[in-house]
T-cell receptor, first 112, second 119 residues
Framework: QKEVEQNSGPLSVPEGAIASLNCTYS??????FFWYRQYSGKSPELIMS????GDKEDGRFTAQLNKASQYVSLLIRDSQPSDSATYLC????????????FGTGTQLKVEL | DADVTQTPRNRITKTGKRIMLECSQT?????MYWYRQDPGLGLRLIYY???????NKGEISDGYSVSRQAQAKFSLSLESAIPNQTALYFC??????????????????FGPGTRLTVL
């Protein structure tokens, strides 16, 4: 069974610090990777997508992909209290029929 | 703004009742999905549809059925609701034409969700 693994947290970081969220996946042939942010009781919001090895930056967010090691990470620079949320990693597995498999999410708390 | 909407937003019902959750989108996407979310279990796919004539079961389709009435509308039905179907339900959409060469991006965009409670 193809799986996406995340540490459930909570991950606590002080305001202004870098938050690092990690995700591992089971299928080396996977090609599409996504990070969603979900506030409590709200719907997931797509914040980053990455398809190639290396880093992709968008504002304070950087996604990092290492296909050989089968992990994808999300860095949040200058963390703000408004970044406090659950971050979901999603993977489109090769041969998965264009479906996404989601991890259970990591809860991030940014403390004042 | 192009959007994904879900109705109702909250519903409390009793065991054995038939329930329909509706999803509409103005994004012009061809693919639509239904997920449920339970604490500690993450998002799980119930059904998905890649066009009006295409319906596929996800990993937890038992006890559910769907209807794709138009490209923009995708409904989820619980024929006889039971308490363990209490969950947060999300509709999502994606665009099959969004791709980069051989890679189909399949970015999915979610509706606001329906909180369903079955007593």
């Amino acid at each position: 069974q193809k799986e996406v693994e995340q540490n459930s947290g909570p991950l606590s970081v002080p305001e202004g610090a870098i938050a690092s969220l990690n995700c591992t996946y089971s299928d080396r042939g996977s090609q599409s990777f996504f990070w969603y942010r979900q506030y409590s009781g709200k719907s997931p919001e797509l914040i980053m997508s990455i398809y190639s090895n290396g880093d992709k930056e968008d504002g304070r967010f950087t996604a990092q992909l290492n296909k050989a090691s089968q992990y994808v990470s999300l860095l949040i620079r200058d963390s703000q209290p408004s970044d406090s949320a659950t971050y979901l990693c999603a993977v489109k597995f090769q041969g998965g029929g264009n479906k996404l498999t989601f991890g259970t999410g990591t809860q991030l708390k940014v403390e004042l | 703004d192009a959007d994904v909407t879900q109705t109702p937003r909250n519903r409390i019902t009793k065991t054995g009742k038939r329930i329909m959750l509706e999803c509409s989108q103005t994004k012009g996407h061809d693919r639509m999905y239904w997920y449920r979310q339970d604490p500690g279990l993450g998002l799980r796919l119930i059904y998905y549809s890649f066009d009006v004539k295409d319906i596929n079961k996800g990993e937890i389709s038992d006890g559910y059925s769907v209807s794709r009435q138009a490209q923009a509308k995708f409904s989820l039905s619980l024929e006889s609701a039971i308490p363990n179907q209490t969950a947060l339900y999300f509709c999502a959409t994606s665009d099959s034409s969004a791709s980069g060469g051989p890679i189909s991006y399949n970015e999915q965009f979610f509706g606001p969700g329906t909180r369903l409670t079955v007593l």
